[in-house]
């Protein structure tokens, strides 16, 4: 994926870095070869390799093509901790959700909020990596709430507005529907699981809670599996 300011002009790209280590050992690239690449939040297209050496990597571009659509799901997230919740990043930005609100909950251990893969560009290059495995170039928008009850009840509402409002949590009645016409809002809990406090304000402000079968499934598993059932 390539960020404005890797363009030379508008036409030429540098890479150096971890993508141009991903197109040298992944790709295997040579001078004169084709990749696929496409320009964050934007369209993707053809590079040919132009130039290539240990440091760098020059790419003639031509970008034609509308990346695939982002879908309309926002997905509330318990925050998990560091190592799940980069996978989580990923798995969630390669099946194209279009907006993550990371959530407080009693069940997020208070460390989780220190960790430094919570900083901007950490969490950039964790849904960089995501939307280049779907070759997919939308950015979801990523916001960081660390009060449960103020956001639930005061900035929820409008967020979900007019959405299928869905919280998944197991043992429950209804089984995770597929998605009707409207964009989706989902809540996914954290390891231990929602407590019933947070499970009721939220049926308050409209969710319904859907279940995925009697098995338990870790956070990085339950978004990836419920957002196939409810798309793909
Ligand atoms: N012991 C916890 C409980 O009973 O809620 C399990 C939590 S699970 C590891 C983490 C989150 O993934 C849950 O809060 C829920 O949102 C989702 N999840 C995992 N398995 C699920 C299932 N079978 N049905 C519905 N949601 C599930």
């Known amino acids: 994926l390539l960020e404005p300011s890797d363009f030379l002009s508008a036409t030429q790209v540098r890479l150096t870095g971890r993508r141009q280590r991903h197109v040298l050992e992944v790709h295997q690239a040579q001078a004169g070869q084709q990749l696929t690449v496409g320009l964050l939040n934007g369209q993707i297209g053809k590079g040919l390799v132009t130039r290539l050496d240990e440091t760098q990597l020059e790419l003639e571009v031509?970008?034609?093509?509308?990346?695939?659509?982002?879908?309309?799901?926002?997905?509330?997230?318990?925050?998990?901790?560091?190592?799940?919740?980069?996978?989580?990043?990923?798995?969630?930005?390669?099946?194209?959700?279009?907006?993550?609100?990371?959530?407080?909950?009693?069940?997020?251990?208070?460390?989780?909020?220190?960790?430094?893969?919570?900083?901007?560009?950490?969490?950039h290059e964790q849904l960089v990596l995501g939307l280049e495995q779907a070759r997919a170039t939308q950015l979801p928008e990523v916001l960081l709430r660390k009060r449960f009850k103020p956001f639930v009840e005061?900035?929820?509402?409008?967020?979900?507005?007019?959405?299928?409002?869905l919280v998944a949590h197991p043992y429950t009645e209804q089984a995770c529907p597929a998605a009707d016409e409207r964009p989706v809002t989902l809540a996914v809990g954290p390891e231990g699981g929602f407590v019933p406090y947070e499970v009721d304000k939220l049926m308050e402000a409209g969710f319904s809670p859907v279940h995925l079968g009697p098995r338990i499934l870790r956070v990085e598993t339950a978004v990836p599996v419920l957002i196939s059932k409810l798309f793909y």
């Open 62 to 123: 031509s970008l034609t093509t509308d990346a695939p659509p982002a879908l309309p799901l926002t997905l509330i997230l318990a925050l998990p901790r560091p190592k799940m919740l980069r996978r989580t990043l990923q798995h969630a930005c390669t099946l194209g959700v279009s907006r993550i609100v990371l959530v407080n909950a009693v069940r997020v251990e208070k460390s989780f909020w220190q960790t430094p893969f919570l900083q901007e560009q950490a969490i």
């Open 154 to 165: 005061d900035e929820l509402p409008a967020l979900c507005a007019g959405s299928q409002c």
